[in-house]
């Protein structure tokens, strides 16, 4: 199983920026769908971004209509890391930020928070308004 740590999360005004980093180790990077999750107090795990690799430079990425055109998903196959470039950071985007690992034969279930064989610990991301 493949194993996951998050970092780059923190304090940030409203209207700034902040990337996220995942770092991943043990099975096959590659063959995994790359997701993040984020989950607010008292709230469920909400979807916010996948992105999968059907080999050489195609990759597919899929976006929650409430980050699309602020987040940017992004991964490196090389360096078995994944990123969430976040722009335009409102206070509603406070959450605890996860990543999550997808084997690629089930990535048409990409928003189940259910089907993920593996997550990360979390790091907090904060908007100050």
């Known amino acids: 199983q493949v194993q996951l740590v998050e970092s780059g999360g923190g304090l940030v005004q409203a209207g700034g920026s902040l990337r996220l980093s995942c770092a991943a180790s043990?099975?096959?990077?590659?063959?995994?769908?790359m997701a993040w999750f984020r989950q607010a107090p008292g709230k469920e795990r909400d979807f916010i971004a996948a992105?999968?690799?059907?080999?050489?430079?195609?990759?597919?990425?899929y976006y929650a209509d409430s980050v699309k055109g602020r987040f940017t998903i992004s991964r490196d196959n090389a360096k078995n890391t994944l990123y969430l470039q976040m722009n335009s950071l409102k206070p509603e985007d406070t959450a605890v930020y996860y990543c999550?690992?997808?084997?690629?034969?089930?990535?048409?279930?990409?928003?189940?928070?259910?089907?993920?064989?593996?997550w990360g610990q979390g790091t907090q991301v904060t908007v100050s308004s």
């Open positions: 999550a690992a997808l084997p690629n034969s089930r990535t048409d279930y990409y928003r189940d928070p259910n089907v993920y064989d593996a």
């Open positions: 043990g099975r096959t990077f590659s063959a995994y769908t």
């Open positions: 992105i999968s690799w059907s080999g050489g430079s195609i990759y597919y990425s």
